[in-house]
């Protein structure tokens, strides 16, 4: 399992020498070169057969070429080729701010309720992209936060209590206050990343997982955004390769109400409404618990005379739980603005889920890596892009469709990151973070004042360049979480008591932020 746990950023990049120039080694470089367009399909020249080394490079190349994406395979890990950094690119400047500064966009909310997105995305608003990152750090928080490691009595749940979240993963200053954690559980057959602890007799829970958590802005942000935000983060899995065993591929009705005719992912679905009595943190399922918390606090706010709106995000698996969880509140509760951000989210539902989350009002981003194989399913082949030949297939119910607006980002456009393939890599919400910072069009270069840092890019996998010198997946607790006890011998450490997953943050009605 990938183990992701909280720490402080370093800075490393503060003495990084920037790139110059890079020789392509010709000798050890295998690279697919694309020669021609066929419509939107890149077509690829494969090497000659004596020059494919193995079964996996071979295997590699034919996937690529089925899914038709471009990179540059490599037979070491630095030989490739590499675009050069200029001096002047103020992501390496060590004195750049980190953070962008926060807009004030209460006059300009609304247009995203009104355009769909479409008209914001090309050029990219500078305004928007900070709250992309904004939500997309939201997201982030989910995995800095879940405890990873297997050897953990606590391993499947938040290493931190509500109170101290934000503040120990170094988002104490986003504006939002934490009022309820999320937790989920699954009654289809668990893939690899529900089962957990090795410690199962001494686990704090055999049944579920700490899925993510429900904010809500405090007053300074309600005034810079214009209205009261509520955010639903929603954790994804830990790596992309675990997509092909979590995926069930077999839709189904989504609820009895929507006549049959509403199908949506059979696993997915299953993982946010499922529960049982006989768990500690389940009996009542994740949809429950979000949609409870979400309707008292849209209920207290509007009895106050604020104006409300519901934005639901998530990465991977959590990007589909968003979408699951923005047409139930949709259903729910009448006159709610609500928007989904994801990223490298995969598709959840049919054409007809697509249609009613469209017709509840429902806004949807959907920001995607070029080159991550995750938002190609399911449906890799029977998806959305069967819809001109609906004349012929007929009604399309049973094929995967992607909702709302897409905005593509690619790797190859940042100088920053490797040309190779890499799943993890492309897949990472990191990487996405990343693109996004330095995302203006599709027909632009990176951006020169991306403000957002570098290092981070490679807290879970090595994507950035050696260049840069900083570490592979360097995010991870000192000593890989053991301490020296009195007696001087290693340990796993207790946890603070309020960091110990119990029943009454479960059960406790928090108190919001208050008005001023």
């Known amino acids: 399992m990938l183990s992701i746990a909280a720490a402080t950023i370093p800075a490393h990049h503060n003495s990084i020498p920037l790139i110059q120039s890079i020789k392509k080694n010709r000798n050890n470089v295998r690279s697919l070169r694309i020669h021609a367009r066929q419509g939107d399909v890149l077509v690829a020249e494969p090497p000659s057969p004596h020059k494919t080394q193995n079964r996996a ?3 590699a190349e034919s996937l690529l070429n089925f899914v038709h994406l471009h990179f540059d395979a490599t037979t070491s890990s630095t030989a490739y080729a590499r675009p050069v950094v200029d001096r002047r690119h103020k992501l390496a400047d060590p004195e750049t701010p980190v953070l962008s500064p926060k807009e004030d966009i209460s006059t300009k909310w609304n247009e995203i309720h009104t355009s769909d997105y479409d008209n914001l995305l090309t050029p990219l608003q500078p305004w928007l992209r900070r709250e992309i990152i904004k939500y997309g750090e939201f997201a982030q928080a989910t995995y800095d936060g879940f405890d990873f490691d297997s050897f953990s009595e606590y391993c499947g749940s938040c290493r931190y209590n509500r109170q101290r979240f934000f503040e120990k993963l170094g988002l104490g200053k986003n504006g939002y206050e934490i009022t309820k954690y999320i937790y989920a559980m699954s009654h289809v057959d668990v893939p690899r990343w529900l089962e957990r602890s090795q410690l199962v007799d001494k686990s704090w829970s055999k049944d579920s997982n700490w899925m993510g958590y429900i904010a809500v802005s405090d007053n300074g942000e309600t005034k810079r955004l214009g209205r009261r935000d509520i955010v639903v983060a929603w954790r994804g899995t830990v790596a992309p390769t675990e997509w092909f065993e979590d995926l069930q591929n077999k839709l189904e009705p ?5 006549g049959g005719e509403v199908k949506v992912e059979h696993g997915f679905r299953h993982i946010y409404t499922s529960k049982s009595e006989t768990t500690r943190y389940n009996k009542l399922s994740a949809s429950e618990q979000v949609m409870n918390e979400v309707k008292r606090l849209v209920k207290m706010y509007k009895e106050k005379g604020e104006s409300v709106s519901l934005t639901i995000t998530g990465h991977s698996l959590g990007g589909s739980l968003a979408l699951l969880n923005a047409y139930e509140a949709a259903e729910t509760i009448p006159d709610l603005p609500i928007s989904v951000i994801s990223f490298g989210a995969p598709r959840v539902g049919n054409v007809a889920f697509r249609d009613k989350l469209h017709q509840l009002g429902v806004k949807t981003l959907r920001v995607v890596v070029k080159q991550d194989l995750v938002p190609k399913t399911p449906g890799l082949m029977l998806n959305e892009s069967l819809k001109k030949f609906e004349e012929i297939t007929g009604n399309l119910d049973w ?3 992607h909702v709302g607006a897409e905005m593509k980002v690619d790797v190859r456009s940042s100088p920053y990151l490797k040309r190779k393939f890499d ?10 973070l990343h693109l996004v910072d330095g995302f203006v069009s599709s027909e632009s270069s990176f951006r020169e004042h991306a403000k957002r840092d570098v290092a981070l890019v490679n807290k879970a996998c090595g994507m950035l360049v050696d260049e840069l010198r900083v570490p592979e997946s360097w995010y991870q607790l000192e000593h890989k979480g053991l301490v020296k006890n009195a007696y001087g011998r290693w340990v796993k450490p207790s946890r603070d008591s309020e ?7 479960i059960h406790e009605t928090p ?3 208050c008005l001023e």
């Open 57 to 59: 490079a071979h295997l």
């Open 254 to 258: 989504i609820d009895e109400l929507s």
């Open 399 to 401: 094929v995967y469709t």
């Open 423 to 432: 799943l993890l890599g492309f897949h990472s919400l990191e990487t996405y």
């Open 499 to 505: 960091d110990i997953p119990s029943l009454h943050h």
């Open 511 to 513: 108190t919001p932020p």
